[in-house]
Structures are given as C-alpha cells and as structure tokens.
C-alpha cells in the first residue's frame, strides 16, 4: 500500500470513529464507494506507475458516486417509514370508529 492509500484510510476511519453515532445509508454509501474508489484507483494507478494518485482520485469519485447511491436509499428508506406511520395511522382510525359502531349497536340493542 501506498503512503498517500493509507492516509486516505486513516482520515477515513477518523471521521467515521468520531461521527457520535450509527452511520446514515448516504455515510454508508459514501465510505463504501472511497474505499472501493480507491481500491481500484490504486489498482489503476499502479498499472500507469502512480498508485497514490490513482487511489486519490479513485477515492474521491467513489465518495462522491457512493453518497449519491447512499442518499437516494436513504430516500427511499424515509419514504417507507412515512408509508408505515399513515398505514398505522389508518388502521388506529378504523379500529377508533369500529368501537364506535359497536357502542352504537350495544345502545340500540337497548
């Protein structure tokens, strides 16, 4: 490994020890798309003889393609939460005026 790969790795890991709390998907994307950027960056750049170079710049579009990827899961995952909490919402509405059908009922029974 290059000195430039494992400084990159070790900022990296900086951020990521210091975020004070679980990663988002776009964090998760984000560091998955470095690492793998600049992985085959490297790979690229030892092929030409400059693999810190090839790292660096495979690094930072992985980061950029992994955020993006990241957030639109992230979207997505929102998305279905907000679609759970108006199905939970509906269902306490149905079951609210099931009980009041049934109170109805009970008082014209008498």
């Not at 790969?5 to 984000?30: D, H, Y």
């Not at 998955?32 to 750049?45: E, K, N, S, T």
């Not at 108006?86 to 059908?101: G, H, K, P, V």
């Amino acid at each position: 490994m290059t000195a430039t790969t494992l400084a990159l790795v070790f900022i990296a890991t900086i951020f990521w020890a210091c975020s004070g709390g679980p990663l988002t998907t776009r964090e998760k994307g984000a560091g998955i798309g470095a690492l793998g950027g600049a992985a085959a960056g490297g790979i690229i750049g030892a092929a030409t003889g400059h693999p810190g170079v090839g790292a660096a710049v495979g690094g930072a579009l992985g980061l950029g393609a992994g955020a993006l990827i990241g957030d639109q899961l992230q979207g997505q995952e929102v998305k279905q939460v907000d679609q759970q909490r108006q199905i939970d919402a509906n269902q306490a509405e149905l079951d609210r005026q099931q009980r009041e059908l049934d109170r109805l009922k009970q008082q014209r029974e008498y």
